[in-house]
């Protein structure tokens, strides 16, 4: 698939190399370097943005109508509380399919030769309209993670808020992985009831 990222940083470059890898089309276009944001928001029918969130609907400017979007951004406020960069995006253009995914774990694990942990491949939730979904459900097989159903558009904002949370926990000195029960040793699923 041709992959168009938006913003040479952090998570472009991380996710960018493993899509790569997996035998994607990337481009990856930035406001200074040799490919500028609108050959990269124009590549493909799938954008990731990968900007701070202040500046996601500027951005978007750059992208066609009827392209997937990946949305990653986080928007801490201060004191650790969340913004809501999807909405903004939704709101600002509709003509777009937005999916928000790929926002809980730090760049540096996209970098990692695997993906699976104590045996369990990193699972990515993703929200958005069933369609968009769909398409990008195998960006996150390709990487060797496990793609989960976050629900629709209405989830979004608290795939936002788990990140904030947990962002928050890890400033605080917390161990913000331990909060959720391992799975059982005895194969049970290891629900909060059990
Ligand atoms: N890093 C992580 O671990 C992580 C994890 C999950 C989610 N996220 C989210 O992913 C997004 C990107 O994070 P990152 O760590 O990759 O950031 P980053 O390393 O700072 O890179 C940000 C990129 O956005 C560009 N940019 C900044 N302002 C812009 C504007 N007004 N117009 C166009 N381009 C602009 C920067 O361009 P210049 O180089 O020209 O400044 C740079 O290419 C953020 O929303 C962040 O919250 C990050």
């Known amino acids: 698939?041709?992959?168009?990222?938006?913003?040479?940083?952090?998570?472009?470059?991380?996710?960018?190399?493993?899509?790569?890898?997996?035998?994607?089309?990337?481009?990856?276009?930035?406001?200074?370097?040799?490919?500028?944001?609108?050959?990269?928001?124009?590549?493909g029918p799938v954008v990731l943005l990968a900007v701070p969130a202040t500046a996601v609907v500027e951005v978007l400017t750059h992208v066609p109508a009827g392209v997937t979007v990946i949305d990653c951004t986080n928007e801490v406020t201060p004191g650790f509380g969340v913004g809501h960069p999807y909405a903004r995006i939704v709101a600002a253009r509709p003509d777009l399919a937005v999916v928000k995914g790929f926002n809980?774990?730090?760049d540096s694990v996209w970098r990692l030769a695997s993906r699976t942990f104590g045996g369990r491949a990193l699972a990515v939730p993703l929200c958005g309209p069933a369609d968009a979904v769909a398409t990008v459900r195998p960006l996150v097989t390709?990487?060797?993670?496990?793609?989960?159903?976050?629900?629709?558009?209405?989830?979004?904002?608290?795939?936002?808020?788990?990140?904030?949370?947990?962002?928050?926990?890890?400033?605080?000195g917390a161990d913000a992985q331990a909060i959720l029960q391992p799975t059982r040793t005895d194969g049970g699923v290891g629900l909060m009831a059990d």
């Open 104 to 106: 809980l774990c730090h």
């Open 142 to 172: 390709d990487l060797g993670c496990t793609p989960v159903d976050g629900g629709g558009p209405e989830r979004a904002a608290l795939l936002e808020a788990t990140a904030a949370f947990a962002i928050g926990l890890w400033f605080g």
């Open 1 to 43: 698939m041709r992959i168009g990222i938006l913003g040479t940083g952090n998570m472009g470059t991380a996710l960018g190399a493993g899509w790569r890898a997996a035998g994607h089309e990337v481009l990856t276009g930035g406001r200074r370097g040799p490919v500028s944001l609108a050959e990269a928001g124009r590549f």
